[in-house]
């Protein structure tokens, strides 16, 4: 039996990873490269591997380069059940990887306990461990702690992002977008492009048109987690 932390080079599962160690046995890190992560997420990944002494597997649909590829070769961005992205460069992967004794972790926070419950719904045939639920941290928490450690943080999170997301998060609201626009103008520029391309809007107007002060990044809320895409949705 093997327990399983889905990291994500994020704060919370970072502190996930800890308990694991701690709590669990035959612990196994599973890290995600989407390709359009900030490139700090390969030092961040090799600090956690140093600090707690392990090697983190890494896993990669070889089929896309990043996010940006997923859209452009599915000409699919969004919908309803969530953003193909996940499905390909996450989800896809942890169906090829589990077994079915797996004991899965996942850094999901105190204040996230409808995360856990959402993805407990999706995938009942799941054991799940939730540690900073169970301990009842939060993810300022999770953030405050590791930094008191000195582990140095995502360059994301210094940058005032919320979450260690790819940049250019399909999901992401008109506040966070005009956050990317300002800080990383390549990414928001091919995303620009996709939508025309595409004739989809993934929110109310096209990046494009977005003007300076529309939205309010710090209102909107961005996850990205297994529950995003449905696999069987995935072709």
């Not at 407990?120 to 999770?142: D, M, Q, R, V, W």
């Not at 961005?222 to 995003?228: E, M, N, P, S």
Request: glycine share 8%; aromatic share 12%; hydrophobic share 30%.
């Amino acid at each position: 039996m093997r327990t399983v932390v889905w990291f994500s080079c994020g704060a919370c599962s970072t502190l996930a990873l800890e308990y694991a160690l701690k709590e669990c046995g035959n612990v196994v890190a599973v890290y995600c490269d989407t390709g359009g992560e900030h490139p700090d997420n390969q030092r961040y990944l090799q600090d956690v591997e140093n600090r707690y002494g392990i090697k983190a597997i890494r896993l990669k649909n070889g089929k896309y380069k990043d996010h940006f590829d997923v859209y452009e070769k599915t000409k699919f961005l969004i919908s309803p059940q969530g953003a193909r992205c996940t499905g390909e460069l996450k989800k896809r992967l942890r169906y090829e990887f589990q077994l079915p004794d797996d004991i899965h972790i996942f850094g999901y926070s105190a204040d996230e306990k409808h995360r856990a419950e959402r993805l407990n719904s999706t995938f009942p045939e799941l054991t799940c461990y939730y540690p900073l639920i169970t301990h009842g941290i939060t993810k300022k928490e999770a953030i405050g702690y590791l930094w008191r450690q000195g582990l140095e943080l995502p360059v994301m999170y210094k940058m005032g992002y919320k979450n260690n997301n790819c940049i250019g998060c399909v999901k992401g609201g008109m506040g966070y977008w005009n956050k990317i626009k300002r800080d990383f103008p390549e990414q928001f520029n091919r995303m620009a492009k996709i939508e025309r391309e595409l004739n989809i809007k993934i929110n109310k107007v096209f990046l494009d048109e977005l003007k300076g002060m529309e939205g309010n990044y710090q209102a909107e809320m961005i996850t990205c987690d297994f529950t995003c895409q449905n696999i069987s949705e995935v072709k």
